[in-house]
């Protein structure tokens, strides 16, 4: 069904119609579907090398069979698979997952982790739908990926029963003499974080040890893959982009094998290749261009208008939404901007907030800056606030980076009003009550430099440093959000989103 | 656990060994910061942000713990000395003694003469005139007795601020580049890069191999000099023995020249945190002063008390602005941000200030623009005026309507124009800035003075020069001395006769051209070519002297304009001009765009075309390479 | 007279005035004890004979450091502590003494009185209060962390901010009994959070350091929020560490207890001044710790805040805890009245 959606995309965009619709139906299918062959490529970038990992350390489990059989997998990427082994892999695959609720369960929350590894909610999944069945290349991963996330499924339900009991653990410590010292067990803020894949130095990310080879992958997203976490992509709008443009690259170098030439999908109309790619790379400048671009001068027009002469702002780190709006108000009039920072920076001492004092730099006329402990000083003169986001969620929370709850918190107690700027593209229909469920754990921020020389190896495992990147703004302390759309509150996420839906269905 | 220090009793279970002591020069030999054209005031007495400079210097040395400082002073000795005792700084226990010498005209004079007085006794910090800073300097004199410990030479501890090109607060002309031992910090080379706009790559640098010890070295552009030092008891007797250090840039120079013959090593500390600056020139004073408005200097700040709190402080306001007592600012003014107002200020309608500083008692009218100036006390200025970038003294008044151009200093019914220093070089002689008539007129135009008429100042002590310096040359030439040594015969003859550096150029090029003919008999009747190859070669063997004294730009004009002169008063030597600047051009002396503005310039010479026409080929030559450099 | 002493204290009292005009102290604790041996200095000597004269040097001492320091009133507090006792002190002799007079505790009555001679035991009495104070002081950590087992039990996430000598020896004496978790927020620019976290790991407590920007994402899983401050207002308001007011609101925000560790010295008779306490008791310091200053391009651009404190409302705080005892926010009049004298500015 995804591969029809693909073709029925070239094809209208053949028969001239605008692209509007098919890139429309896509996302409606591709939210509908997208969550196996989403998981299949991210399991492959990050996820695998986690269930590999765990796969190994869990050989003493009932799923032993399963484990050799991912190692295997993982090792052998190249097992040409057909592409009919494919689509029913993905069938099967999402049947169990929707037959099986504990299985959904866990499902979402593997899916929450490579969700949070690199990817921002929404929009790159439904790119993934297109992409992953009409390529060959990604096929014989996506076999072994197809296992791998089975079996990581069925890890992630045994996981939680020890995890459980590991929560146990400190009161069974504490029971009898309560002096116990020893770490026998996780702590319990530690184990907030399990679920997410732990920051991971680049180069760690591929290697024999891992099981995950980088075989089998496009360049592209593994150059993507590196750079996100190196830090070099940070915004959600730059890794859209990226990725798009990743997607792009791979469209165009891809080559369908000799014998398959496309002839399982329904094609109406037998198509050259270069035609296919053509339409495919136009669907995705359109795709771009309307939900990013258009989408970015939409909110930007609605923005500066609603900050007025002589008005004092406050935004919180770099957000590129957020500085365009910004820098295109002050064309216009002038009014102060208060910078507010938080550590941890993409790279230390280098924040981002300055970032965009170099953009600002002589157009606005007052800049100030402070650290987020300064907050409560720099409160009281604010007129407005301004945030950008990395997600809206489905009960109005918003995604962004951490802080940026704290700031709504003291906006809100103060009596300012708090305003997201956000595309639709980020909207994403997942309903998370906390800020752990969504999110990174980065790498950069540790006990300082002078105090880990002083660690002994006693204390070490008793001090955890977790680089948590995004938190979640409860919808409360929201004002407005502004979109492409329209200016909304927080609450209309899932009426968006169905609409978007709906219109997607229909043509 | 007491963290004070400095009190008297502390002072007098101290040893004497442990005293620290520390030297603040009241006066910037070097130039004056607003330039020749304005009147002078002793640096420490400019009023920065409403507080006069020298009281930052001496909180600073006092919060570091110095327990004796000497202030040096040679100008206006008396109102410093009643500026300090009115503050009461001495009762803040540390002893300030106020050294005062009419006779010192340079920083090594005041050295010399600091030695002579033997008051210091210690490594003590020297700290120039302007400085501010909010570093400790306790730990700098330790690092540097520590690094004594691991080097008897060191002699000193240059204190360097770690600042991009570019920045605000950096002084505009000058660009050192310093090399340095990455593990010791001690200095490999160190190059006065001058006035460079540009930096041409690859690099000159005069690195001596032999002072190689480390295999890493670090080099560094982004650096400052914060004027702070911290020097050995050996530095003053240094300056003694060596008569002709006269600035700091003469005593680094000297010392690394000599280092293998003396021992003696200097060390850089460069500091990538605090605050530690010198105001130079008026592009400092606005960047400190602004810096300052934005607490970089915390605890120098117009809201802490400096001293034994005589000064006032002005308490900090929100928009970053300082407000002092009884201030009237009208509903309608703009006091924008990084702005200090003193005490009993009234601000009328419809004015702005922003990114100045106003005296105490100050009355603005309406209308009134303020930007990026400098305001005194009792300055009175009237409704609609206009002011950037200005310095106004105390009781002034501002007539209605004034439109200030920017730079200018005004005092009284003057005004002067705000200069740069030139960029450091030898040449004493800085004459190039522009002169204003110190007249009541607003807006008054200025007039380049020429310096030098043509002919030279051809008097007595510069005919006795001439010759000992031709002497020199022989000698040098006959003797094969070394040029060291020649430069420094030069140079004792230039100040005994209190020549300037451009007649020194003067004088030694005549020198060398005149040296070919005393040396050869019979010369002028001698073949062209064997004329040449004699001149040729004198002029290869004085290429390093040169090189030493021929720098800049100005001292390359210098040089074309001897020659000139030189051809147009002997007429032997015209045919070989253009071999000459050849000649000078391959060895680097010259510069192609020295000689083509020489030429292009106008004459000053009676045979000044006849000898620019002589030398065209030459020039056109260069025109055509470097027109082919550009297509390249 | 004593000259010989006088000089002493004179020169003491100056340097300890440079010292906070300066600001060249880290922690209020300091500035108390340096304030006391002062005042023990001037009561051992002989500069003074009556009561009377004992409070007007120690009202001036205290307006001299005030002014030295606005935002420092350690000092100020000790101090009107004493000028509160020594005047029970006196009053009390004087009723013991003096029987038959109306037993009205009225200012006025004081006032009268000021002036008698009652040398030998007041100077005895205000020594031995100088004693008590300074133990207080000294002792003040490890009696406010006798409470410490009352208020955290296992397997708890206490969250606590920047580092506090106090809150460290609470959260030491109760991991002793009990096993528990912190989390420490670094509380930047200072980053003081990092050697509280360094000092609690290497006790053995488990320990989690987070950046400031997570501190409301880890509120939703802690149980109480326990932390220092510099001082406390009359209105049960706090002066604390820049940042503790996010502390306190994501606190509110999920109702979990703020419980406040406070020596008694850090109480203060001050009211905040109008809603901008910022503008005349926070010090607001160089920008360094925010900005590169070498970087020409950007820092010339920004002017930067770098404050030292915040102000909390007493709204969102929920006990305090003094080596007295514990107290709620409400109540903090009535410990005012009992320590502090009334005074007439």
């Known amino acids: ?137 990604v096929t014989p991963k996506s076999e072994a990926v197809s296992d791998i996330t089975k079996s990581v499924r069925n890890l992630e339900i045994t996981e939680a029963k020890p995890k459980r009991s590991i929560l146990k653990a400190p009161s069974s410590a504490v029971k009898g003499t309560g002096r116990t010292r020893e770490l026998k067990s996780q702590s319990r803020v530690q184990t907030l974080f399990d679920h997410l894949p732990k920051g991971v130095e680049p180069r760690e990310l591929f290697g024999e040890e891992k099981g995950v080879s980088s075989e089998g992958i496009h360049p592209g997203f593994i150059a993507l893959g590196l750079m996100c976490s190196h830090g070099q992509l940070q915004g959600s709008n730059k890794r859209v982009i990226a990725l798009l443009n990743v997607v792009g690259q791979f469209f165009d170098s891809y080559s369908p094998p000799p014998e398959k030439d496309f002839k399982d999908i329904e094609v109406e109309e037998k198509k050259s290749e270069k035609d296919i790619k053509k339409d495919l790379a136009f669907a995705l400048q359109v795709f771009r261009e309307e939900r990013v671009d258009k989408a970015t001068e939409a909110i930007v027009a609605k923005a500066k208008a609603k900050i007025v002469q002589d008005d004092v702002v406050l935004i919180f780190g770099s957000s590129d939404l957020v500085r365009e709006v910004i820098v295109e108000a002050s064309l216009e009039k002038t009014f102060s901007v208060i910078i507010i920072d938080g550590r941890p920076y993409a790279t230390e001492r280098r924040s981002k907030g300055l970032d965009i004092i170099k953009e600002l730099g002589n157009k606005v006329q007052i800049i100030k800056y402070t650290s987020i402990t300064g907050l409560s000083n720099v409160i009281r003169s604010v007129t407005k606030v301004i945030l950008g986001a990395h997600g809206l969620l489905n009960n109005g929370g918003v995604l962004a980076h951490a802080g940026t709850s704290q700031i709504a918190l003291m906006a809100a107690a103060n009596n300012i ?31 300082h430099k002078k105090f880990t020389d002083a660690m002994t190896p006693d204390c070490g495992p008793y001090l955890v440093t977790p680089v948590i990147k995004y938190d979640v703004t409860p919808p409360e302390l929201v004002t407005a959000v502004i979109t492409d759309v329209d200016i909304l509150p927080c609450t209309s996420v899932p009426v968006v989103l169905r609409v978007q839906e709906n219109r997607a269905i229909k043509s | 656990m007491t963290a004070t220090k400095g009190s008297n009793k502390e002072s007098k279970d101290v040893s004497k060994k442990d005293v620290f002591q520390a030297v603040l020069l009241a006066d910037n030999f070097e130039n004056y910061i607003f330039g020749e054209n304005c009147p002078f005031v002793p640096e420490g007495l400019i009023s920065l942000n409403n507080r006069k400079v020298i009281d930052y210097s001496l909180e ?117 580049i310093v090399t340095v031992d990455s593990r010791s910090g001690k200095i490999i080379s160190y190059n006065f890069k001058l006035s460079g706009k540009k930096l041409s790559i690859p690099l000159k640098l005069s690195i001596p191999l032999e002072s190689i010890q480390q295999p890493e070295m670090d080099l560094y552009l982004d650096t400052v000099d914060t004027g702070i030092a911290v020097c050995s008891s050996c530095v003053l007797p240094l300056f003694t023995d060596n008569f002709d250090f006269t600035n700091m840039n003469d005593f680094i120079r000297g010392i690394l020249i000599n280092e293998e013959i003396m021992g003696n090593s200097l060390y850089l500390q460069r500091l990538e945190s605090g605050f530690a600056n010198r105001i130079v020139d008026f592009d400092t004073f606005k960047g400190i002063s602004l810096d300052i408005l934005q607490r970089w200097s915390y605890p120098l700040v117009p809201d802490m008390p400096l001293g034994a709190g005589q000064s006032s402080i002005y308490p900090f306001n929100y928009n970053f602005t300082y407000k002092g007592n009884n201030v009237k600012i009208d509903h309608g003014a703009e006091v924008g941000p990084l702005v200090i107002i003193g005490h009993n200020v009234e601000v009328g309608k419809s004015s702005s200030v922003v990114n100045s500083s106003l005296g105490d008692k100050c009355k603005v009218g309406q209308h009134v623009k303020i930007t990026n100036s400098f305001i005194g006390d009792n300055v009175t200025i009237e409704d609609d005026c206009e002011i950037h970038e200005a310095v106004i003294a105390g009781n002034t008044t501002i007539l209605k309507g004034t439109e200030l151009k920017p730079w200018v200093l005004v005092e009284g019914k003057t005004q002067s124009r705000i200069a740069l220093p030139n960029a450091e070089d030898d040449d004493e002689s800085d004459s190039d800035s522009d002169i204003v008539p110190a007249g009541g007129q607003e807006g008054s135009d200025y007039e380049i003075d020429d310096d030098a008429a043509p002919g030279g100042i051809q008097d007595d002590d510069f005919i006795k020069f001439s010759g000992e310096v031709l002497d020199s040359l022989q000698r040098g030439f006959e003797e094969n001395v070394a040029t060291e040594n020649l430069v420094l015969e030069i140079n004792s003859s230039k100040y005994a006769y209190n020549i300037s550096f451009k007649e020194v150029t003067v004088a030694l090029t005549k020198g060398v051209l005149t040296l070919v003919v005393n040396l050869n008999p019979g010369f002028q009747e001698v073949a062209l070519k ?13 290429k390093d002297l040169f090189q030493h004294y021929i720098k800049t730009e100005e001292s390359q004009r210098d040089l074309l304009n001897a020659l000139e002169e030189y051809a147009n008063d002997h007429l032997y030597y015209q045919p070989m001009l253009m071999q000459t600047l050849h000649c000078l051009y391959d060895d680097d002396i010259l510069t192609e765009e020295a000689v083509l503005e020489w030429h292009s310039s106008e004459s000053l010479y009676a045979a000044g075309k006849k000898l620019r026409s002589l030398v065209q080929q030459f020039v056109s030559w260069l025109e055509n390479a470097e027109s082919e450099e550009d297509s390249d | 007279m004593g000259s010989v002493e006088e000089d002493t204290t004179t020169s003491s009292l100056l340097a300890l005035e440079a010292l906070l005009k300066r600001g060249q102290y880290t922690r209020s604790g300091q500035i108390s004890l340096l304030t006391l041996d002062i005042v023990e200095k001037y009561v051992q000597s002989n500069c003074w004979k009556t009561a009377g004269d004992l409070i007007t040097w120690l009202q001036d001492t205290a307006e001299t450091l005030r002014k030295a320091a606005a935002s420092e009133t350690a000092s100020g507090n000790l101090i009107l502590r004493l000028i509160k006792i020594v005047r029970d002190d006196f009053t009390n002799r004087h009723r013991s003494r003096n029987p038959g007079l109306m037993s009205q505790n009225s200012v006025d009555s004081e006032q009268g009185l000021d002036f008698n001679l009652e040398i030998p035991e007041l100077r005895s009495d205000v020594q031995n209060t100088i004693y008590e104070l300074q133990s207080e002081l000294e002792l003040s ?52 959070g990092h050697e509280l976290a360094h000092s609690l790991a290497s006790s053995k407590i488990q320990t989690t350091l987070i950046a400031d920007t997570a501190i409301f994402a880890m509120m939703s899983r802690v149980n109480k929020v326990i932390i220092g401050t510099h001082s406390v207002l009359a209105n049960g308001g706090l002066k604390a560490i820049a940042g503790i007011h996010l502390v306190a609101l994501a606190a509110k925000y999920y109702n979990v207890p703020v419980i406040v560790l406070v020596p008694m010295y850090k109480l203060s008779p001050e009211y905040p001044l109008s809603t901008d306490i910022n503008k005349t008791t926070n010090r607001f310091v160089s920008p360094d710790q925010l900005l590169d200053y070498s970087d020409g391009d950007v820092y010339s651009k920004v002017c930067a805040y770098n404050p030292v404190f915040d102000y909390v409302p007493p709204n969102l705080i929920s006990l305090f805890i003094f080596n007295i005892g514990s107290l709620a926010p409400s109540y903090i009049y009535r410990l005012l009245h009992e320590t502090y004298p009334q005074i007439k500015r």
């Open chain 2, 60 to 176: 600073a040395l006092i919060s570091s713990g110095v327990h004796e400082i000497f202030v040096y002073s040679t100008r206006n000795t008396a109102e410093l000395k009643d500026h300090i005792k009115n503050s009461k700084w001495s009762s803040l226990g540390s002893t300030i003694n106020v050294v005062s010498s009419e006779d010192s005209q340079t920083l090594g004079d005041a050295m010399r003469d600091l030695d002579a007085k033997a008051l210091v006794r210690n490594d003590f910090i020297l700290v120039q005139a302007g400085v501010i800073t909010n570093i400790a300097l306790r730990p700098l004199l330790d690092k540097f007795r520590e690094t004594v410990k691991q080097d008897k030479g060191a002699v000193m501890t240059l204190v360097h601020r770690k600042m991009s090109l570019g920045h605000r607060s950096r002084p505009r002309n000058v660009n050192h």
């Open chain 3, 141 to 192: 950590a490890e009696n406010i962390a006798e409470e410490a087992d009352k208020h955290i039990h296992s397997n708890e996430v206490v969250l606590t901010m920047g580092k506090s000598k106090t809150v460290e020896a609470f959260l030491k004496r109760a991991a002793k009994k009990a096993v528990f978790e912190v989390i420490v927020a670094e509380c930047a620019p200072a980053s003081n």
């Open chain 2, 530 to 542: 064997t004329q040449w190859a004699k001149q040729k070669e004198t002029i290869l063997k004085f």
């Open chain 1, 417 to 447: 009003p708090v305003i997201v700027c956000c595309e639709t593209l980020k909207f994403c229909d997942k309903s998370p009550t906390d800020s752990f469920f969504l999110n990174e754990i980065g790498t950069g921020f540790g006990l």
């Open chain 1, 1 to 137: 069904m995804c591969i029809n959606l693909i073709w029925n995309m070239a094809d209208s965009s053949k028969s001239g119609k605008p692209g509007k619709n098919p890139a429309a139906a896509a996302d409606a299918e591709a939210k509908a579907k997208e969550k196996a062959a989403r998981k299949a490529l991210f399991e492959a970038t990050r996820g695998a090398d986690i269930a590999a990992a765990k796969a190994s350390k869990e050989k003493n489990k009932k799923q032993v069979k399963k484990n050799p059989k991912s190692e295997n997998n993982a090792s052998a990427p190249k097992t040409p698979a057909s592409k009919e082994q494919d689509v029913p892999d993905k069938v099967e695959a999402k049947v169990k997952a929707n037959q099986s609720p504990p299985e959904v369960k866990t499902q979402k929350r593997v899916e929450g982790a490579p969700k949070s590894s690199e990817v921002k909610p929404s929009s790159k999944d439904k790119l993934r739908v297109e992409k992953d069945p009409s390529n060959e290349k």
